[in-house]
């Protein structure tokens, strides 16, 4: 088991960058791919971003279309964390996001991907709202 926290959540004006944090206790989060989805109201949840495990020489990234050029995903194994720097924000990147874990295990599991079914452990979100 890991429990996921989000922060760094807020309101910010379009054109603004904001830094949001997924911090894990209870395991290693570098043992874990982590990705980042979001929920706008009335809305699936959406890929956002993802980075593969944090044993590798390189962490691999995932993005969306729609925020590839903007986003940063990164790890910090020391703090335990996974940060998603968002620069150049628009309204429509308004949402709650929110941090998963994949399912542990070796092979394909400690990679990066977009698939929401393939996250085990999920976090309680934290609202990011982007006013034009």
């Known amino acids: 088991q890991v429990q996921l926290v989000e922060s760094g959540g807020g309101l910010v004006q379009a054109g603004d960058s904001l830094s949001i944090s997924c911090t894990a206790s209870g395991r290693t989060l570098s043992t874990f791919a982590v990705g980042w989805f979001r929920q706008a109201p009335g809305k699936e949840r959406e890929f956002v971003a993802s980075i593969s495990w944090g044993g590798g020489t390189t962490g691999t990234t995932v993005y969306a279309d729609s925020v590839k050029g903007r986003f940063t995903i990164s790890r910090d194994n020391a703090k335990n964390t996974v940060s998603l720097q968002m620069n150049s924000l628009k309204a429509e990147d308004t949402a709650v996001y929110y941090c998963?874990?994949?399912?542990?295990?070796?092979?394909?599991?400690?990679?990066?991907?977009?698939?929401?079914?393939?996250?085990?452990?999920w976090g309680q979100g934290t609202q990011v709202t982007v006013s034009s």
């Open positions: 998963a874990a994949r399912w542990p295990g070796g092979g394909s599991s400690l990679y990066a991907s977009r698939f929401k079914s393939e996250y085990a452990f």
